[in-house]
């Protein structure tokens, strides 16, 4: 049998890991900026083909939105950038089920949605590497 003092201090633990964790990361980006250290993990796409994948430039574009620089944010990852809100509303869905205890599980997508998603990915991604683009 579990003590009652130590399922509190777990309960406590897991209420308060994930927000530590995002105030962590947001002090690394504001303090430790991508386009002034080198420590930030680099595409391995990029990297071997010089072609941006959907993901390149998500660090930079987070660190942009936490400055405030909305449109360098865009410029950087525009995709990232304008799904970022869904993210944020499916972390907040994903903490509360959390905090009641409930079984954490991946969203049932249907068929279509991953389609649509995968499409718009790829689409993000040739338009991105098209000659003469920027973002």
């Known amino acids: ?47 071997s083909l010089h072609l941006q994948c959907p993901g390149c430039g998500t660090t930079r574009a987070f660190a942009a939105l936490l400055r ?7 410029h950087l990852n525009a995709l990232t950038t304008l799904l970022l809100p869904l993210g944020v509303i499916y972390a907040a869905l994903c903490y509360r089920r959390l905090l009641r205890s409930e079984d954490l599980r991946w969203p049932q997508l249907p068929s279509a949605g991953i389609y649509a998603t995968l499409a718009v990915a790829a689409i993000f991604t040739v338009a991105r590497n098209l000659p003469g683009q920027s973002w």
């Open 68 to 74: 405030g620089h909305f449109t360098e944010a865009l």
């Open 1 to 47: 049998m579990i003590p009652a003092g130590r399922n509190r201090i777990a309960t406590l633990a897991r209420a308060v890991a994930p927000p530590a964790l995002l105030a962590l990361t947001v002090g690394l980006l504001r303090r430790f900026p991508p386009e002034q250290y080198s420590f930030y993990p680099r595409c391995p796409l990029y990297l």
